[in-house]
């Protein structure tokens, strides 16, 4: 299987919540194939190849969407909706990073299939080490399926 151009796609609002995660992920050296999209709308253009990404391939999948919920445009439920609803990304693994620790945040993700769910923690260590601890849970350990 030919190596993906983009492993990780950030989907993130927050410039400050953007820029520590890119951190924490260079720290543990993933950092080398991340593309930071700023909303909803630029993450459903980005995974289905439309609008500002209409020149790549929709079959050029990153290995784990990093989704936060709470954005403007198109939320983090909707995005994870149209993932799940299209043949070509509805296997793509998604983790749910939010400060949201509303419960209907949480059973809603995972009723529209997301892999996991995370809350943003407060403390920079700790979020450092969350980060971290995903980026190399998705890239290194999990086994993805090869479609």
């Known amino acids: 299987m030919a190596e993906r151009s983009v492993e990780i796609l950030l989907v993130e609002d927050n410039k400050r919540d953007a820029d520590l995660t890119l951190r924490a992920l260079k720290k543990k050296k993933l950092s080398n194939k991340v593309v930071w999209v700023k909303d909803g ?4 253009e980005y995974l289905f190849a439309k609008g500002r990404y209409a020149d790549r391939s929709i079959t050029d999948k990153p ?12 939320d983090g439920l909707e995005v994870l909706k149209e993932i799940r609803n299209n043949s070509v990304t509805e296997k793509l693994p998604v983790v ?8 209907q945040d949480i059973v809603q993700s995972y009723e529209y299939g997301v892999n996991s769910y995370i809350v943003k923690p407060v403390d920079f260590k700790k979020f450092m080490e969350s980060v ?12 993805p399926t090869n479609d």
């Not at 749910?96 to 419960?103: A, D, L, V």
């Open 132 to 143: 971290a601890d995903v980026g190399f849970y998705w890239l290194l350990l999990n086994q």
């Open 63 to 74: 290995k784990v969407v990093l989704l936060d919920l709470k954005m403007p445009k198109v």
């Open 96 to 103: 749910i990073m939010t400060s949201s620790k509303e419960e």
């Open 41 to 44: 709308e630029e993450a459903l």
